[in-house]
């Protein structure tokens, strides 16, 4: 890796970004691999002989990489710790998009329309929606759907949740791409 020459581990990984998955290493290797330099390296030089690694898909644009590693003395993993670490890591998923979001990343769903940034920095404004909507020149109603869709996005199911995502930022939403 430090020469720019990723090992079939990384592009087997890389070849299945965006998609959460959990796979042992045997599965990320061919039997070759186990007798090659990057295995002699990172695995057996430092006393680990078998790993379990977690993609986690956060956002379109980033990804978490977990791994766990067995030293020799132990059995390699198994099925069922594979099993175990999928069940294990699914909502982890929710903390990480809150971490981006608390660093300034955006992790929404979904772009938000224009109309939706407005709304959006309306509620962050404390504004009520039947003042949003007024600002706007929308029915309440109108306004009312454009929350909803903002809350599905963020993946929020109220004000408070939502605002509690923007603590400590900036008012203003971040623009699309």
């Given at each position: 890796?430090e020469k720019g020459q990723p090992d079939?581990?990384?592009?087997?990984?890389?070849?299945?970004?965006?998609?959460?998955?959990?796979?042992?290493?045997?599965?990320?290797?061919?039997?070759?691999?186990?007798?090659?330099?990057?295995?002699?390296?990172?695995?057996?030089?430092?006393d680990r002989q078998d790993s379990i690694?977690?993609?986690?898909?956060?956002?379109?644009?980033?990804?978490?990489?977990?791994?766990?590693?067995?030293?020799?003395?132990?059995?390699?993993?198994?099925?069922?710790?594979?099993?175990?670490?999928?069940?294990?890591?699914?909502?982890?998923?929710?903390?990480?998009?809150?971490?981006?979001?608390?660093?300034?990343?955006?992790?929404?769903?979904?772009?938000?329309?224009?109309?939706?940034?407005?709304?959006?920095?309306?509620?962050?404004?404390?504004?009520t929606e039947k003042q949003i909507a007024?600002?706007?020149?929308?029915?309440?109603?109108?306004?009312?759907?454009?929350?909803?869709?903002?809350?599905?996005?963020?993946?929020?199911?109220?004000?408070?949740?939502?605002?509690?995502?923007?603590?400590?930022?900036?008012?203003?939403?971040?623009?699309?791409?």
């Amino acid at each position: 890796m430090e020469k720019g020459q990723p090992d079939i581990t990384t592009i087997r990984n890389v070849e299945l970004a965006g998609s959460y998955r959990v796979l042992l290493l045997n599965e990320l290797a061919n039997p070759d691999w186990f007798a090659g330099p990057s295995y002699q390296r990172y695995y057996k030089a430092l006393d680990r002989q078998d790993s379990i690694w977690a993609g986690i898909p956060v956002s379109a644009d980033a990804e978490v990489q977990i791994g766990f590693h067995r030293s020799f003395d132990k059995p390699p993993f198994s099925g069922e710790d594979k099993a175990l670490v999928f069940h294990a890591l699914r909502g982890i998923r929710w903390f990480y998009k809150h971490q981006m979001l608390g660093e300034g990343v955006g992790v929404a769903s979904t772009p938000l329309t224009p109309t939706e940034k407005t709304v959006l920095q309306g509620l962050l404004l404390g504004m009520t929606e039947k003042q949003i909507a007024g600002q706007n020149n929308q029915s309440p109603h109108t306004t009312h759907d454009h929350v909803k869709r903002i809350f599905r996005k963020y993946g929020v199911s109220s004000r408070s949740s939502l605002m509690a995502l923007w603590l400590g930022k900036g008012l203003k939403p971040q623009k699309n791409p």
